[in-house]
């Protein structure tokens, strides 16, 4: 049996390796960093290893919780507590907590007795969510999440809505796909009380799946190699792909799972393949910042997460209290804006001047990092379903994975992973 090529060693990629070597077929991943990862990957802040963005699971993400358990990661690396949202707001703090108690009720305790609510806010949010249940949370045809919440209060849109539709699809509310949204709140609400748990990384996301995933594949007969970028593809007349890296290395079926841009570069060369890339193109992409900061390590937020309502920060992540960096904080804008247009040393020192106007007793950042993906996502839009491609592509053999595939899912971890199985069992189906 010839080996699958993977091209792209970001969690796509490594999810499909992982399924083909776990199925005996012989597989080859090529990644052009020096490390695995993609943009899920590990980054240094002097003495620190943190991430290159702050990244969540939840307890909803299924093939995401299943990979990390076929490849043998630590459980231990990964914190799982019950879904808490604190949302500091002018007029006090939103607070919402699921009980113990089945889905979906426990989401409706949870709202119906959430602190920092006004009234017609409680009301609005409950009557949301009853709509949605009874529509199947699905809207059809698909519109945007600012038009989904027009009848709610603007006031419960700014301090619930806005940051969870930022949180999960990392596009503006005016643009935001409504099917996408609702379909993660069903995910995460309707089936276990568990989906909607809070997962945090303890430790940086290189030890938590590049590396494990790299030493399954090794072990079940496969390579992995770093620093091999791929220039080119070939098609020869035996239906094999021919890629060009350090060489020359054919094989009956090639994944590109790299990003949607990068697959496009690759594919544009070919006539047959223009479509497809011009498809590529067209997603569009967002950005998310995350900004360190280093403070001295008894200043903490008292809990593991906090959303802030106004200002340029959306929500706060204590890594102290995470992962052990004591007097660490991440502050992540997710989206386009007119941040993305600051320099590094003006944008943290905003976010730090605002951090110090809403906690006045603590000490000024020590050290301060600003980490920007320019495209982290696809632009997950209205209509962005029906524009996203599916794993085959018009030339046999040669595949797509990412998150930007036909999963409906946004561009989280959970979709890079599902959309790397589903690539992989399609091919392990046809060769068998």
Request: aromatic fraction near 6%; charged fraction near 15%; include cysteine.
């Amino acid at each position: 049996m010839t080996p699958v090529i993977v091209v792209g060693g970001g969690w796509a990629g490594l999810a499909a390796a992982t399924e083909l070597a776990g199925a005996g077929v012989p597989v080859h991943l090529l990644e052009s960093a020096r490390q695995l990862g993609g943009r899920a990957r590990s980054a240094d802040l002097g003495d620190l290893a943190v991430d290159n963005g702050q990244h969540l699971l939840i307890g909803a993400y299924r093939d995401t919780l299943q990979l990390l358990q076929r490849v043998g990661a630590d459980p231990a690396l990964l914190w799982r507590e019950p879904l808490q949202l604190s949302v500091l707001r002018a007029h006090g703090t939103l607070q919402l907590a699921t009980p113990p108690l089945p889905a979906p009720l426990h989401l409706a305790w949870a709202l119906g007795r959430a602190g920092g609510l006004l009234p017609g806010e409680r009301r609005a949010a409950l009557a949301f969510c009853l709509r949605a249940w009874r529509q199947g949370f699905h809207v059809a045809p698909d519109i945007s999440v600012a038009a989904l919440l027009a009848d709610q209060p603007a006031g419960l849109v700014r301090a619930l809505w806005e940051p969870l539709c930022l949180a999960i699809l990392n596009t503006p509310l005016a643009q935001a796909s409504a099917q996408v949204f609702l379909r993660v709140l069903r995910d995460a609400f309707t089936r276990r009380r568990h989906d909607a748990d809070l997962l945090h990384p303890r430790t940086d996301l290189g030890r938590l799946l590049p590396e494990p995933a790299r030493h399954y594949v090794e072990r079940h007969g496969g390579s992995v190699t770093t620093r091999c970028r791929v220039s080119g593809l070939e098609f020869d007349g035996d239906r094999r792909t021919v890629v060009s890296a350090a060489g020359r290395q054919a094989a009956s079926h090639v994944i590109l799972a790299t990003a949607p841009w990068h697959a496009a570069s690759l594919l544009a060369t070919h006539t047959p393949l223009q479509t497809l890339a011009q498809q590529l193109t067209a997603l569009g992409s967002a950005p998310i910042t995350t900004v360190y900061l280093a403070y001295p390590a008894a200043v903490t937020l008292g809990r593991a997460m906090l959303g802030l309502e106004h200002g340029l920060t959306q929500w706060l992540i204590d890594r102290g209290i995470v992962c052990g960096q004591h007097g660490l904080l991440a502050a992540v804008i997710s989206g386009p804006g007119a941040h993305m247009a600051r320099d590094a040393e003006s944008l943290g020192a905003q976010v730090a001047a605002e951090l110090a106007s809403r906690f006045r007793h603590w000490p000024a950042a020590q050290q301060i990092r600003v980490v920007r993906e320019k495209r982290a996502t696809f632009l997950c839009d209205v209509g962005s379903n029906q524009r996203r491609p599916s794993h085959a592509t018009p030339q046999p053999g040669l595949w797509l994975a990412g998150d930007y595939t036909d999963t409906g899912y946004p561009a989280t971890l959970e979709g890079a992973v599902r959309s790397g199985v589903q690539c992989a069992r399609r091919i392990i189906d046809l060769l068998r």
